[in-house]
């Protein structure tokens, strides 16, 4: 569900950028990534923890390290962890933030992760660097020569842009 809101805000961005013609808003697309990618990572390790809940509650009982450290290297003794038992309709899974797989940070770098929103946030600088080198980007002045007399207005322009404004005697008011 956030993967497709992150594409979605994503798309949208980068369409009104290229269609206002302002390569900044490309800039503006990556906080919904790093946003999105940040609930997803503190998603993913939510529902690890539940994992882990789930499957200490099937035995009735848990084994979890005193301090952080990975699930598999971790061989339990007395020394280095800490058991219970898990009460029936036992919903708290804080306990299980100890292991370092189910923490935020590790979570947020893990490859079902990683491989969706870092190659997101490449595309996107990618094309925020070509719209600003490309030249249909970059605004051109305008130069407008007017000459104003009692009975003629001359108008210049280059690029001639200015054909379409109606320059006839009774639009132009004396002041």
Known sequence: MLKGWTITLLSALLALSGAIK???????????????????AFYLSNERCFIDLFNSSTT????????????????????NSEAGQI????????????????????????????WFYFPLCLITIGIWLFQINCSSFKTKPIEINANIKP???ELN????????????KDTL???
């Open 60 to 79: 009735g009982h848990y084994k979890i390290p005193k301090k952080e450290t990975f699930k598999k290297g971790f061989n339990p003794t007395d020394d």
């Open 151 to 153: 009975n003629t207005f």
């Open 22 to 40: 302002e390569p900044n808003i490309s800039l503006i697309a990556l906080m919904p990534i790093i946003i999105f990618w940040c609930l997803d």
């Open 173 to 175: 008011k004396k002041q």
């Open 157 to 168: 322009s280059n690029p001639t842009i200015i054909n379409q404004i109606d320059t006839h």
């Open 87 to 114: 009460k029936n309709l036992d919903m708290n899974f804080t306990k299980f933030k100890i292991w370092t797989d189910n923490n935020w940070w590790t979570v947020i770098r893990s490859k079902t992760i990683l």
